[in-house]
């Protein structure tokens, strides 16, 4: 099986839609490797918060202060020699771009599923600040990654512990320094 990233990857972007499950499998992703996990949710400004937990769809321009601040932090691990994993819906085509660039030692993991799915998990969950009632519009946001941007593309659908396996298998990075952790299996 081919690495799909050359050279190896510095930062993993775990993408897709709220309620995905970007950050349960990005938080197991990391640990899985032994890397820093970061949400990428807190790299918005506080009037984008507020906006989404008023029910306003994020614009472009709402979300360009977001993206750069990513992509400064994506440029600080690289510098410093670390590896991340971050948690980023990164809907659309150019805001891959802004995050990634040219940086080839980053890549995208799209966890994909179906709207009925993701809307059951957007109700099951408490506390975030994204309301289910903005799901349809980040699915008429949603640009899915085309094959020339290389992103793993992965389904939501298996138990958590089986899409790190399956992660972590394309990467080929499933090896005694890469356990698995016990308790992958049974997140929700």
């Known amino acids: ?11 993993l972007i775990v993408m897709g839609v ?3 499950g970007k950050t349960t499998i990005g938080a197991l992703l990391a640990e899985r490797l032994g890397w820093e996990f970061v949400d990428g949710d807190f790299f918005h400004p506080a009037a984008n918060v507020e906006k989404m937990r008023s029910g306003i769809p994020l614009t472009d321009e709402d979300r ?7 992509a400064e932090w994506i440029d600080r691990k690289r510098r410093d020699g670390d590896h991340a994993v971050i948690a980023c819906s ?22 994909k599923g179906p709207r009925a799915l ?22 008429e946001v949603l ?12 389904s939501i659908e298996p138990r958590p512990g089986e899409i ?9 990075l499933q090896s005694a320094a890469f356990p698995r952790s016990s308790d992958e299996s049974d997140a929700p």
């Open 1 to 11: 099986m081919r690495k799909p990233f050359h050279p190896a990857p510095a930062v």
């Open 18 to 20: 709220s309620g995905a």
């Open 64 to 70: 360009w202060p977001w993206l750069q601040a990513i």
């Open 90 to 111: 990164a809907l659309k085509r150019s805001y891959r771009a802004a995050i990634v660039g040219q940086r080839r030692d980053v890549g995208f993991i799209y966890l």
């Open 118 to 139: 993701i809307a059951r998990r957007q109700a099951d969950r408490n506390g975030h600040f994204m309301p289910a009632s903005l799901l349809d519009s980040q699915f």
């Open 143 to 154: 640009e899915e990654p085309t094959p020339d941007e290389n992103a793993i593309v992965v």
């Open 164 to 172: 790190i396996d399956t992660i972590a298998g394309i990467l080929q």
